[in-house]
């Protein structure tokens, strides 16, 4: 059903740097250091006092988007609830190099009973490495990933040693869905707008997708090719695809995270004979892909 028949992983990095450069070359200038710290919105347009590295500052818009994160700012400053809850735990997010490891190409997911460990390959050579962890610290060494790897990793064939840390964090687990996605002519999109676990990878795109779509509604209203109420359709397209990843993100974490043996013993069958059945496979594909939610963004 896609042109594009595979998954593609990247670095955070890389992800970024094609992130600015395509900013530079519409022109784009990305300001560092600047703290929201209050809004006000007037008849027909939003004025937004900033404070920067030079001082304080206003910028006035037609529409303001809030894209600051979990923790954002301008949802609170726009009253919007933020329903959900955290999961217990924190979880570790790495991307390493790993020298004498055997090359791979596929995502893999090992379930152990010190705690799960995913290691999916990045281009470079690097490996992306997320696991569980009672209480992490906030930037895990190279000593801490290579004794997960060590006590949850496969043993056929071994990893190597954990070489550099490109870059790493330590993350508690959220899940959560803005109440509203607008309020007057403020939008809050990515983070800000909904919370959930990396498992499945959804967060990126899903966020991307937010603002593709509230970009190309934005676009067809101020330009003249669509009436107001069309930025209404903006919640009703978003806001029912990111409950759809918060399920499904919160299923994949809790199948993740169990401490019962009985239970990690169950769910290793089950998985085992699902993943052979191609229907199964199918339809995690087309979750996991982003395709399934195709009819919740705007077409081309």
Not at 37 to 47: K, M, P
Not at 173 to 179: E, I, V
Not at 190 to 219: F, K, W
Not at 225 to 247: F, G, H
Request: glycine share 8%.
């Amino acid at each position: 059903p896609s042109k594009h028949n595979y998954l593609l992983m990247l670095p955070q990095d890389r992800t970024e740097a094609i992130m600015l450069a395509k900013l530079a070359d519409l022109g784009v200038a990305v300001v560092r250091g600047a703290t929201f710290t209050s809004l006000r919105e007037e008849t027909d347009h939003v004025v937004v006092s900033l404070q920067t590295p030079a001082g304080a500052a206003t910028v006035s818009a037609r529409y303001l988007v809030g894209a600051d994160g979990m923790h954002s700012d301008i949802r609170k400053a726009c009253g919007i609830a933020f329903d959900g809850d955290q999961y217990e735990g924190s979880f570790i997010l790495a991307d390493v190099t790993i020298e004498g490891a055997e090359d791979r190409d596929e995502v893999s997911l090992f379930f152990s009973p010190a705690g799960m460990v995913v290691v999916a390959p990045l281009p470079g050579g690097r490996l992306r490495i997320v696991a569980t962890a009672e209480d992490a610290p906030e930037k895990p060494d190279a000593n801490l990933i290579q004794s997960l790897l060590d006590a949850r990793g496969t043993t056929a064939p071994r990893f190597g040693k954990v070489v550099h840390i490109h870059w790493s964090s330590r993350f508690r687990l959220h899940h959560r869905l803005a109440r509203s996605y607008r309020k007057g002519r403020t939008f809050i999109a990515g983070d800000a707008a909904h919370a959930h676990s990396p498992a499945g990878g959804q967060g990126m795109n899903t966020g991307i997708l937010d603002a593709y779509t509230l970009g190309r509604l934005l676009g067809a209203y101020i330009v003249g090719n669509a009436d107001i109420s069309t930025l209404d359709s903006y919640e009703k397209l978003r806001r029912p695809a990111a409950a759809q990843v918060l399920n499904l993100a919160d299923g994949m974490t809790k199948a993740a995270t169990l401490r019962s043996p009985f239970k990690r013993a169950l769910r290793n069958f089950v998985l085992s004979v699902m993943t052979r059945l191609p229907p199964f496979r199918k339809r995690i594909e087309l979750s996991l892909s982003g395709i399934a939610r195709a009819s919740s963004t705007v077409a081309e």
